[in-house]
């Protein structure tokens, strides 16, 4: 039998998903402690799914495979778990053909451990792009934990960096603009002796400043292959909680928006808890504002409480320092966060935008992809247990060029369209879905789905489809406007892209431990397992493969674990071929199409880490993983390029109990040093292309 990983050093089971009590507190506020928001009667598609393999893999099962065990000899890990029986042919062949795999993913894989540091597949090299404060603003400060002020973090790189982005830089060979998101911030971490009952207005500023946005360029090194921050680039930028934004959109001037500091409802100061993202055709990046009801106080209405805002102090106590943060005093202010945030990283001038045509809810990604006659279409999950995920279509066209005009244009794309919700049926008899991991029988987790209308936002107007709810209703309080059309509910649907290759689309569903337990809803067809502890990843197909379409077909990609768990399944792939995953979080594509998947909290002893996992071919379903992340630490924003992947290593030494007096990771710096979140570069040590 395969040993996974005691638990040693990593989070109890008591924090839902794996995480710590400390990562409960800053990263989410508590949800998943709290009631659970979603408490409509819509039907939840829940819980079911063991894995045996279907009946197409039954057809496959003789495919010889990688082990996972095989990358025992990886960069910097512990020894590899040992894997299960297998036929002694099929063995000797696995070994002799470790490293093969469908293209884009022939590398080593690495074997699950628990090293404080960034673990890359043996011929792989890394190096810290930039890590926390180091400044990259004109005038910034070198980075010194023990004097840190807000002015100086506003020109350094901010905190717990998230989801990623590179972009061309035309003009400065070997250079690309990286953008990067801040989501929250550890202050326990940050600020030796930091009395959280306490805070003083300076740690709260400087915490205002780590949030948000940095904008900088990086530069590579031909010789040693090694990528390095610019500092104090013309492009290079920051954008805080305390930078102003401009509301657009259907919601922008609405009375639901007006505070005393912004009685038009078009200026919001600051961006909170940016999550996932995506890039857009027209080179701007799009960020999810996702738990943003943590930094809000003493609320005592339902439309809130749908929103997990809580009734007393929040736990950073901003609200002692700004009247914004306390719903009692400024009860708008909280309708100006949860959107989709629009930057423009190659004009340092530009003022971000908030889209709230794309709706309010806790975003988890804004992937992009464009109808056939060349309007976007934009994917995002609502990271909550029991909640939605949805698209937006919008009703203009992009344009190409790059004048003045043409960007203007572009940047209004995400303003005039129609928001959809998602709501799926199993194709099996309810009977047949029981919650135990039992496969229904006809050997398949499958069915259709249809994008419900919600509202419609044009030029002159909105337009509400949803019975007994404006228009600007439904753009506030889009949760609520899900429950009234009976979304399907999902278990913390995260990130969602489409395959720029095939055009499917992926959905990250990272774990709902509730599921199913007391008077939380059952299983159904599409998520599997009750006390869903490890996640699953759905893959969805719109009719004709066309983004615009308002019906899809879905079936189950992958449901997460240690592979030797019946409840197990790798889009049919051999189990014993394949690497432990728990609790898929971001997602990505190589060039390949290859889907690669980054975990948060995982439950298999092991530290989180990034995998690539095959979409097609014979090799569908081979899941590989490529790294894993230092004690504490979460896999963020990964870029995937021909010859170089990115990840964020986000809120290393996150542990219960730790402080920066008793640090529970020297990452990345070593003893004596802080431990810093960070982005890190790694490519082959040939300098040829990755997995080939």
Not at 667 to 689: E, I, L, T
Request: charged share 25%.
């Amino acid at each position: 039998m395969r040993k996974l990983l005691p638990l040693i050093g990593t989070p109890s089971d008591s924090h839902p998903g794996g995480r710590s009590a400390m990562t409960c507190r800053f990263r989410c506020g508590d949800a998943c402690f709290h009631e659970v928001p979603n408490t409509s009667s819509n039907e939840y598609v829940g819980d079911v799914i063991a894995g045996a393999l279907s009946r197409r893999s039954m057809m496959r099962a003789a495919a010889v495979v990688t082990v996972a065990a095989a990358g025992a000899g990886a960069v910097g890990v512990a020894q590899a778990p040992q894997a299960g029986a297998v036929p002694a042919a099929a063995a000797r062949e696995a070994a002799r053909s470790r490293t093969k795999g469908a293209r884009g993913l022939r590398f080593a894989p690495v074997a699950p451990n628990t090293a404080d540091a960034v673990t890359v597949p043996d011929g792989y090299r890394q190096n810290v792009v930039i890590r926390w404060g180091e400044p990259i603003l004109r005038g910034a400060p070198a980075f010194d934990p023990e004097k840190q002020s807000a002015k100086a973090q506003a020109g350094q790189f901010g905190y717990n960096c998230d989801f990623l982005a590179l972009l061309p830089l035309p003009g400065e060979r070997g250079r690309q603009l990286l953008v990067a998101n801040h989501e929250y911030t550890d202050e326990v971490l940050m600020f030796r002796g930091y009395d959280a009952a306490n805070p003083t207005r300076e740690q709260v500023e400087i915490a205002w400043a780590a949030h948000g946005l940095s904008a900088v360029v990086v530069e590579e090194d031909r010789r040693s292959g090694r990528l390095t921050a610019v500092s104090r680039h013309q492009l290079n930028r920051r954008v805080t909680a305390t930078t102003e934004f401009r509301l657009t959109g259907p919601v922008a001037g609405s009375d639901l928006v007006k505070t005393s500091a912004d009685p038009s409802g078009t200026k919001v100061l600051g961006t909170l808890n940016n999550c996932s993202g995506g890039v857009t055709p027209w080179g701007t990046t799009l960020h999810g504002e996702e738990n943003f009801n943590q930094y809000f106080a003493n609320s005592s209405r339902a439309t809130d409480k749908r929103y997990g805002i809580g009734t007393g102090a929040t736990e950073r106590k901003w609200e002692r320092f700004d009247k914004r943060f306390d719903v009692a005093q400024e009860p708008n202010e909280v309708h100006r966060f949860g959107y989709v945030v629009e930057f423009d990283p190659y004009d340092p001038a530009s003022t971000p935008r908030k889209h709230t045509a794309l709706g309010r809810f806790k975003h988890e990604a804004a992937t992009v992809r464009l109808t056939h006659d060349g309007r976007p279409v934009v994917y995002s999950g609502d990271d909550e247990r029991f909640d939605y995920f949805y698209k937006f279509v919008s009703s203009k066209r992009m344009k190409h060029g790059t004048s003045r005009s043409v960007r203007e244009h572009n940047l209004s794309l995400l303003d005039e369209g129609t928001l959809y919700v998602a709501k799926l049926t199993g194709d099996s008899p309810a009977i047949e879905i029981d919650g135990t991991g039992k496969l229904p029988n006809d050997g398949e987790f499958d069915g259709s789905g249809q994008w419900i209308p919600l509202a419609t936002a044009t030029a002159k107007g909105a337009v509400s489809h949803v019975e007994g709810m404006s228009a600007e209703e439904v753009f506030v309080f889009t949760r609520l406007a899900g429950d009234k059309v009976g979304a399907t509910k999902m278990d913390r649907p995260e990130d969602i892209e489409p395959n720029p290759v095939t055009g499917k689309v992926y959905v990250a569903l990272t774990n709902n431990s509730n599921r199913g337990v007391g008077s939380n809803p059952k299983a159904d067809e599409a998520n599997p397992r009750h006390a869903n502890k490890h996640g699953h990843v759905l893959e969805l197909t719109e009719r004709w493969n066309r983004p615009e379409s308002t019906t899809f077909a879905w079936s189950l990609f992958l449901v997460a674990g240690d592979p030797e768990d019946p409840a197990t399944y790798f889009a049919g792939f051999p189990k014993e071929g394949v690497s432990p995953i728990s609790c898929p979080d971001n997602v990505a594509f190589d060039p390949y199409g290859n889907l690669w998947i980054s975990t948060d909290g995982a439950q298999l002893g092991s530290h989180d880490g990034l995998f690539g996992v095959a979409t097609r071919g014979e090799r569908r379903g081979e899941l590989k993983q490529f790294l894993t992340v230092p004690k504490g630490a979460e896999t963020c924003g990964p870029i995937i390029q021909e010859r170089r992947v990115l990840v964020a290593v986000q809120h290393p030494g996150e542990i219960d109990g730790a402080s920066v007096e008793k640090p529970a990771s020297t990452w990345p710096d070593g003893p004596g040093s802080y431990v810093r979140p960070a982005v890190v570069s790694v490519w082959r040590a040939d300098g040829c292309d990755i997995g080939v």
